[in-house]
């Protein structure tokens, strides 16, 4: 039941001359760098300002009274600035480094070349402290995309993903955007990881607190809303490590894109399920005024702070949460319907994951066809050809697998029979099973493709794919 369409709604997709309007209305709201940025010195503002300026530098959040974390964030905020761009428009980036250690910023889900997509292994320079760089970027493809760090923590549960560094990024088309009144951001994360024996006989780091926008549940601003409002909801999972479930008490999510980009068949559901690095925007129309819970739906993660209230306006007492009876996702539901295309002409790349003790203790080493990164094949695609990565993993855990600079196609989950239209760029591949995507490449030079998961990428759970 949580297939069907609520067409009779509101909230639906655009009508052609709602576009013009939207258009018009959006971009007379706020864009760039969001308030309390940091400002640059005078002497930098001299010189042409960049359309993107970012500040890396220590910060400590509050998630509550009680909860304060110690991290490095992007403009003194977390989650860091919301940018908005304009699709193929070019973006001068300016990136100054006040933390002590060398970092990197990697741009999630936008085709940019392997000097600044930010992934030391294809070649982008590290930021040392103190430095600054600069360059420019065009902006591709369309869509909610997202900027992190691409550092190493390894055994410091401060670092890296587990830290503040985290933005949203929303390139927007050059026209028809959605029918909606307003855009909500939301950023999902965890704090304070220690590492914990885990089912799978691992160390695996557990979390004492959990934000939406870096606030528990209670202590951020409500969203405000109004009765008859269409909200299109961005929602990231920025966690180092976990999956999330989020739910609206009152409310349904139609779900119109994933990692961004539209899906085939928009659905009403339950609930959102986001591996780490995904992203789900979704329209939610306002009907039930009143105050509510938007927050993961397993009580433990919402009791350690995963909520933010959703607040009618006029509306007094105490916010409401349901709890939804089980967990409910599939991607195939919004994959296309009717006949299925065939695979395409595609080289298929056998991809095999599992992990090995090593070292002392519970140490696991991550490997992708019995190798660990450094030591991973770098296969080499042929510039225009079409792919197949078959993904089997044998391991006990779930893996949010990126590929970086490419926009993939799930063609497969769970050992289902064959999806197509969804286009991605994570996909979580469950414990025991396998999945499939199929890609074009045609975004020349080296491209890293790993699990989102901090703790398995940096015990070698990456690899390189070269071009010839
Ligand atoms: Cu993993």
Not at 55 to 64: G, K, V
Not at 360 to 375: A, F, Q
Request: aromatic share 8%; charged share 25%; net charge negative.
């Amino acid at each position: 039941m949580n297939q069907v369409i609520e067409s009779a709604g509101a909230c639906g997709i655009p009508k052609d001359e709602d576009v013009d309007m939207i258009t018009r209305r959006r971009f007379g709201q706020l864009s760039g760098l969001a308030a309390g940025s940091v400002l640059l010195t005078p002497a930098l503002r001299a010189a042409t300002a960049p359309d993107i300026a970012l500040e890396i530098a220590p910060y400590t959040l509050e998630a509550s009274p009680k909860h304060h974390f110690r991290t490095l964030a992007y403009n003194g905020q977390v989650p860091g600035p919301l940018f908005r761009m304009r699709q193929g428009q070019e973006q001068t980036v300016e990136i100054r480094n006040l933390s002590s250690e060398p970092e990197v910023v990697h741009w999630h889900g936008l085709f940019l070349p392997p000097e600044i997509d930010g992934a030391m292994e294809e070649g982008t320079p590290m930021i040392g402290p103190g430095a600054t760089v600069r360059y420019s970027m065009k902006p591709e493809p369309v869509g909610f995309r997202w900027f992190h760090t691409h550092t190493f923590a390894g055994k410091d549960l401060t670092k890296a993903q587990y830290g503040g560094q985290h933005g949203f990024v929303l390139i927007e088309p050059r026209d028809a955007p959605g029918a909606y009144d307003r855009e909500v951001f939301l950023g999902l994360h965890d704090w304070g990881g220690h590492f914990e024996g885990g089912d799978d006989g691992f160390m695996n780091p557990v979390y004492d607190v959990s934000t939406i926008n870096g606030k528990m549940l209670g202590f951020g601003e409500p969203v405000r809303v109004k009765e008859g409002q269409c909200v299109l909801m961005h929602v990231l999972n920025s966690s180092p490590t976990e999956v999330h479930w989020i739910a609206m008490a009152g409310h349904r999510f139609q779900v119109v894109a994933l990692d961004g980009n539209a899906v085939p068949q928009p659905q009403t559901v339950e609930m959102l399920r986001l591996a780490p690095a995904e992203r789900v925007s979704a329209v939610v129309e306002m009907k039930a005024p009143g105050k509510w819970v938007l927050g993961e739906v397993r009580k433990h993660i919402q009791s350690a702070g995963m909520g933010v209230v959703i607040e009618y306006a006029g509306a007094g007492g105490n916010a409401v949460w349901t709890q939804p009876e089980k967990l409910l996702w599939s991607y195939r539901q919004f994959a296309a319907a009717g006949e299925i295309q065939p695979p395409g002409e595609s080289t298929r790349i056998e991809l095999t994951f599992d992990s090995k003790f090593e070292g002392h203790g519970s140490e696991e080493r991550w490997r992708i066809n019995g190798k660990s990164y450094p030591d991973t094949d770098e296969p080499v695609l042929k510039n225009g050809e079409r792919y197949r990565l078959e993904m089997k993993n044998e391991s006990m855990d779930d893996h949010p697998m990126h590929l970086h600079r490419h926009t993939f196609e799930v063609r497969q989950v769970d050992g289902s029979s064959e999806l197509t239209g969804l286009r991605k760029d994570v996909v979580l591949v469950a414990a025991k099973s396998t999945a499939e995507v199929e890609f074009v490449a045609d975004h020349p030079g080296r491209t890293l493709f790993h699990c989102h998961q901090q703790d398995h990428m940096d015990r070698g759970f990456m690899m390189v794919f070269r071009y010839a």
